[in-house]
């Protein structure tokens, strides 16, 4: 067996603190390391944020742009449609106001011929009023004839008479 003397132990001693030393020293590097990759990291993932933002805020822009001008177009569109509409529907009521001015005219000529005709109807109508109220006495004078040689004779003198009548006046029917 051996022996273990106090250099051994000291020597063990010796190592473990050199060891730890260097445990120590390497800790510390890798946490320099560590900290300079997490602040490159951080560096890195600000200036990644930062790029994505400015993608993110012109894109954003952009897409305001197309949409305002989208709008825009739109509206024009709309307006222009709506202006067409309006135009087709003046064009309509003024068809209709002309067509409906030509059947009032229309209308009017003919309710204004009907009383033209009207009148003359009422015109007849009260020249004839002298003649049906002579009809009873015309009836009454014809039932008093007792038979039809009787209203032969009658025929023949009125006839008659208008001839002569006729000639006197010089072959003139003019009153």
């Given at each position: ?9 000291q020597e063990l001693k010796d190592l473990l603190s050199a060891m730890r030393q ?104 009260q020249s004839q009023a002298v003649l049906t109220q002579k009809i009873p006495d ?38």
């Open positions: 067996m051996t022996t273990v003397t106090s250099n051994d132990i260097e445990n120590r020293e390497q800790m510390i590097s890798l946490r320099e390391e560590t900290r300079e990759q997490m602040t490159s990291l951080r560096e890195d993932t600000r200036e990644q944020m930062t790029s994505l933002r400015e993608e993110t805020r012109e894109q954003m822009t952009s897409l305001r742009e197309e949409t305002r001008e989208q709008m825009t177009s739109l509206r024009e569109d709309t307006r222009k449609q709506m202006d067409t509409l309006k135009e087709d529907n003046r064009q309509q009521i003024e068809t209709l106001r002309e067509e409906n001015n030509k059947q009032f005219i229309n209308l009017h000529k003919e309710i204004t011929e009907v009383k033209i005709i009207t009148a003359k109807i009422e015109g007849t109508i015309l009836i009454e004078k014809v039932g008093k004839l007792k038979n039809w040689k009787q209203i032969a004779i009658v025929a023949i003198t009125a006839f008659t008479s208008t001839t002569i009548t006729w000639f006197i006046r010089g072959g003139n029917l003019k009153p």
